[in-house]
């Protein structure tokens, strides 16, 4: 039987601290699992409904996942991982059960599961509340999967490299829309700065109008200021622009908002967690895994 991605916690700790301080890469640390607890082949190679993903996987996955939110590991580089010094100190009682509700004492885990809770949909935890609808918990299932995908993907967005950075908004720009279909929409965005990218767009195909963007590629917590947003409108005032998009992959102060919100120019904010969320919506580093549909009978078919 394949044990539940709770179950992978601590062996997946353990197989990390092993490693002395070494990177460990994913697929190594799945085979040994499957070893440590004598899966059978069938077990191993047991699929989801899609057929895309082994069940293994996708357990074992999860229990990085939700080990890498409570800071017990970091990624170092794609499918890659070391312990941290939080994760090797859980490893030191034998007797602690490392679960959700041990990763619950960590702030950042915390937070973690608050953001993939907030939703218009019914407040219920389908891990632990039954008494739901099948549908609901089906809806909510989802977006917790979107929601921790999101997170993912903006985590490595922040790591990427200043080029990468480019690229990445160019192909999420032209996936909206911007730019035409051209070969020149590729190169839309000119200059790369230290942090970021500074350019401009067609906001149509024939390049009639166009739009200035600014972007930040800042961690979690260096949040852009007033002052960032006014040097922006400056600029799209030299310009005689009149509309910008200023994106980052961290937030906006208040003050920042406000500014933004006062000035004739129109500018749109677009933070961290929108841009993940845009990125999820237009496939840009994610991709269709399994397309689910969820049916009702047709009332007027029976009707006689």
């Known amino acids: 039987m394949i044990p539940s991605y709770q179950e992978f916690m601590r062996p997946f700790l353990e197989i990390t601290h092993q490693a002395d301080g070494k990177e460990v890469r994913l697929r190594d640390v799945i085979n040994q699992l499957a070893d440590k607890f004598c899966l059978s082949e069938a077990e191993r ?178 949040n852009v200021s007033a002052g960032d947003i006014r040097d922006f409108f400056g600029a799209l005032n030299l310009k005689k622009a009149q509309k910008g998009i200023f994106i980052t992959t961290s937030d906006f102060t208040s003050s920042a908002q406000e500014t933004a919100q006062n000035l004739g120019t129109r500018i749109v904010l677009i933070n961290g967690t929108e841009l993940a969320k845009l990125m999820l919506r237009y496939n840009i580093g994610s991709r269709d895994e399994q397309v689910l549909y969820l049916k009702k009978i047709d009332e007027e078919f029976f009707e006689a």
């Open 45 to 222: 190679e047991e699929t989801l409904p899609s057929g895309r993903q082994s069940i293994l996987d996708n357990r074992v996955g999860w229990a990085r996942t939700y080990l890498t939110k409570a800071g017990l590991l970091e990624t170092t580089r794609r499918a890659h991982f070391v312990i941290t010094a939080r994760g090797v100190s859980a490893l030191q009682d034998p007797s602690i059960k490392i679960d959700n509700d041990y990763l619950k004492r960590f702030d950042e885990f915390v937070a973690f599961k608050q953001k993939t809770n907030e939703s218009d949909a019914p407040c219920v935890d389908v891990e632990s509340d039954k008494d739901i609808t099948p549908d609901e918990a089906l809806r909510v299932a989802y977006k917790k999967i979107n929601d921790a995908l999101a997170q993912d993907i903006l985590d490595r967005t922040r790591k990427v490299t200043p080029a990468f950075f480019e690229d990445l908004l160019i192909e999420l720009l032209v996936a909206m829309g911007y730019g035409g279909t051209g070969e020149g929409a590729a190169h839309a965005l000119g200059k790369t700065g230290d942090n970021g990218v500074d350019g401009v767009i067609d906001q149509d195909p024939l390049g009639v109008d166009q739009i200035y963007i600014q972007a930040k590629r800042y961690a979690e917590g260096n």
